[in-house]
């Protein structure tokens, strides 16, 4: 992480996590809200568009902070490496990113969402299938665990490829892991749209879920730890 100067990490950081939740809830907005021209395009389209938000927003911002984009995988490339000194910066910084990509997918949308009649959380943030705490943590820490590992083993002679692979690892854990809870595998992805979500003035929004949003904060957060220190035992 010292690679990288403070200001390029919040450059990079701010930028890159705004341009992914631009997309990755554009996505959700485009298939949810039903003046959309996308509207009931499925599953698929919503984890593909993901991935490419992640492919987009990763070479957006690697030249300046390293495109970690996510408190979880900077918590774990701080355990692999042991350097700890800017982790608030970059979590800080990816914060402020998701609540402005929240509130540009708000902008975008602007008209359907003022024609909205339905909760819109979803567009927003992640929520569970069956609300059951323990598993819900434990399908995020699941699903965080596989992506930080992804990141963790990548071969940099990949070089950019790299980014492709780690796109293509989102799109992967949405399709099979997603299910449950709507693999957030992002502390930020899920809590700055939720502070959004709570904030903006949307018709029929209905609530923000406080009492879930703990779970894909904490469900994260312990993936990428777990992952740094098995990185760290077994390579």
């Known amino acids: 992480m010292s690679a990288f100067s403070n200001g390029d990490v919040f450059v990079g950081e701010t930028l890159g996590t705004a341009a992914l939740i631009l997309l990755g809830g554009g996505v959700c907005a485009a298939v949810t809200l039903k003046k959309s021209k996308a509207f009931n395009a499925g599953w698929l389209a919503i984890t593909f568009g993901w991935g490419f938000a992640v492919l987009v927003a990763a070479y957006m911002s690697a030249s300046k902070s390293g495109a970690h984009l ?3 995988v900077t918590i774990a490339l701080a355990v692999k490496s042991g350097d700890w000194s800017q982790v608030p910066l970059y979590i800080g910084s990816q914060m402020l990113g998701a609540m402005i990509g929240a509130t540009l997918v708000w902008l975008t949308y602007l008209g359907q969402f003022q024609a909205n009649e ?5 567009i927003f943030s ?6 059951n705490p323990f598993q819900n943590v434990i399908t995020e820490v699941i699903g965080t665990f596989v992506l930080c590992m992804a990141i963790l083993t990548l071969n940099p002679d990949l070089k950019a490829g790299g980014t492709v692979i780690v796109a293509l690892t989102v799109v992967g854990i949405g399709l099979s892991l997603g299910g449950p809870t709507g693999y957030a595998i ?3 992805r899920d809590l700055g749209p939720r502070i959004m979500h709570s904030i903006l003035p949307i018709p029929g929004k209905g609530g923000s879920d406080w009492s879930y949003a703990w779970i894909p904060v904490v469900g994260p957060i312990l993936g990428g730890l777990a992952a740094g220190g098995v990185y760290n035992a077994l390579f």
């Open 70 to 72: 996510n408190p979880a």
């Open 118 to 122: 339905e909760p819109t959380l979803g």
């Open 126 to 131: 992640t929520g569970p299938e069956i609300r």
């Open 186 to 188: 992002n502390p930020a």
